[in-house]
C-alpha cells in the first residue's frame, strides 16, 4: 500500500499536500487565538457568563483538531487507494470526536462550577461536595459516548457489543454490588444533601465533623483527633444526627437542694434561676419548676433554649447560669444538696432498764 501511495504521487503532490496541512494547522491556532483574544476584551466589559463560557471552552481546543483537520486536507491533494481514503476519513472523524469530548467536558466544569459558585457561603461545603462528585460522574459519562462513537466510526458494531455487555453487565453487577452501592450512595448524598463537609454529626457510635465525601466511603474527623471512614451505603442506612444544622439549642438541667430547705425559699428558687437564665445574651428562659421531692434532695428543673447551635456558646452560657446561681443561693442562704444519708438511733427506755 505504502509503495503504491509514492507511486501514485509526485514530490510536488507531496509537497502541496504537507504545505497545505501545515498552513491549515498555523491558521487554525491564529484563528483560535485571535478569537479567544476579541472575547476576552469582551469579557472585561461585560456582566453576562455567555463569552466566559466561550472563553472556557476555545481554551480546551488541542492539538489534535488542528493535526486531524490539516492531515484530512492535505490528504485531497494525494492520489490515494481506496482503502487509504476509507481510514483517512476515519482518523479525521476520531479526530473531530476526541475533541468534541474536550469541549463538552470543560463546558460542562464550567457550567457546574458557575451553577454552585452562586449561594450564601454557609453552603460552601454541600457546593463543593456535590460539584466534585456530578463533575465525575459527567465526565464518565461524556468519555463513554466518545468511546462508544469512535468505536462505531471505527466500523466495531457498537449494538452488538453493548448487547453483550447488557448481557455480562448482570454477572458484573452481581459481583461488585457494594461498590456499585456506595457509588450511587454517593450520588444520593450529593443530591439529598443529608450532610455537607464541615457538618458535624453524629453516627450511633461515631462522631465528628464531615472532611470528605468520596464515590465509596465518607471521611470524619472525631473529636479525639483520628480519621473516621465510613462506607457511604452503610452510612445512609444509619441515622444521622446533623448538630451544623441545629437552629437553636434546647438545654434541660437540673439542681438540688436540701431537704432542711424552708418553704418560702423553695418558693424562690425558680424565680432565682429565671433571672439567671435571662441575664444571659445568647439564651431564653422557657421554665422551671419544683419537680419533685429526691432521694437525698428537693429536685428542681429548669428548660432553656441556647440561641446559636455552637458547643462552645451553650458551655459558656452555661457556666455563666451556675456562676450565678451559686452567688444568689449563697445571698439568700440555700444550700445545694449533695449525696447524704441520715441516721435516726432510737432509744427504747424500758430495754435500757
Not at 453524629?202 to 470524619?220: A, S
Request: glycine share 6%; hydrophobic share 50%.
Amino acid at each position: 500500500m505504502f509503495r503504491q501511495l509514492i507511486t501514485l504521487n509526485t514530490l510536488q503532490d507531496w509537497s502541496y499536500a504537507l504545505l497545505a496541512a501545515a498552513a491549515f494547522m498555523l491558521l487554525l491556532f491564529m484563528l483560535r487565538w485571535l478569537v479567544l483574544c476579541h472575547l476576552e476584551r469582551v469579557a472585561k466589559n461585560t456582566e453576562t457568563v455567555i463569552d466566559d463560557f466561550l472563553i472556557d471552552v476555545l481554551s480546551a481546543t488541542r492539538i489534535l483538531l488542528a493535526t486531524a483537520v490539516g492531515l484530512y486536507l492535505g490528504a485531497h491533494f494525494l492520489n490515494l487507494p481506496t482503502v487509504l481514503e476509507k481510514w483517512v476519513d476515519r482518523i479525521f472523524l476520531t479526530g473531530m470526536i476526541v475533541q468534541v469530548g474536550f469541549w463538552s467536558s470543560r463546558g460542562l466544569m464550567f457550567w457546574l462550577r458557575h451553577h454552585f459558585s452562586q449561594g450564601e457561603k454557609a453552603d460552601e461545603g454541600a457546593r463543593s461536595m456535590s460539584l466534585s462528585l456530578l463533575s465525575f460522574l459527567g465526565r464518565v459519562v461524556i468519555w463513554v459516548l466518545v468511546l462508544l462513537m469512535i468505536m462505531d466510526n471505527l466500523g466495531i458494531n457498537v449494538t452488538a457489543l453493548v448487547a453483550s455487555l447488557g448481557i455480562g453487565g448482570i454477572a458484573i453487577a452481581l459481583a461488585v454490588q457494594n461498590i456499585l452501592g456506595d457509588l450511587f450512595a454517593s450520588l444520593s448524598i450529593a443530591i439529598d444533601k443529608p450532610f455537607v463537609i464541615g457538618d458535624f454529626i453524629i453516627l450511633g457510635e461515631e462522631m465528628g465533623t464531615v472532611e470528605h465525601v468520596g464515590l465509596k466511603t465518607t471521611r470524619i474527623r472525631s473529636l479525639g483527633g483520628e480519621q473516621i471512614i465510613l462506607s457511604n451505603n452503610d452510612l445512609l442506612k444509619s441515622r444521622i444526627r446533623n448538630y451544623k444544622r441545629m437552629q437553636e439549642r434546647r438545654i434541660v438541667f437540673a439542681i438540688g437542694v436540701t431537704y432542711d430547705t424552708p418553704a418560702d425559699q423553695l418558693e424562690a428558687i425558680p424565680k432565682l434561676i429565671e433571672q439567671a437564665v435571662k441575664a444571659q445574651t445568647h439564651a431564653r428562659f422557657d421554665r422551671s419548676h419544683f419537680k419533685g421531692l429526691g432521694a437525698f434532695s428537693l429536685d428542681f428543673e429548669t428548660v432553656f433554649y441556647v440561641l446559636l447551635p455552637d458547643y462552645g456558646v451553650y458551655m459558656d452560657v452555661q457556666q455563666a447560669i451556675n456562676l450565678q446561681l451559686v452567688r444568689n443561693f449563697a445571698e439568700h442562704g440555700i444550700a445545694f444538696a449533695f449525696p447524704t444519708q441520715t441516721l435516726h438511733l432510737h432509744r427504747n427506755p424500758t430495754a435500757a432498764a
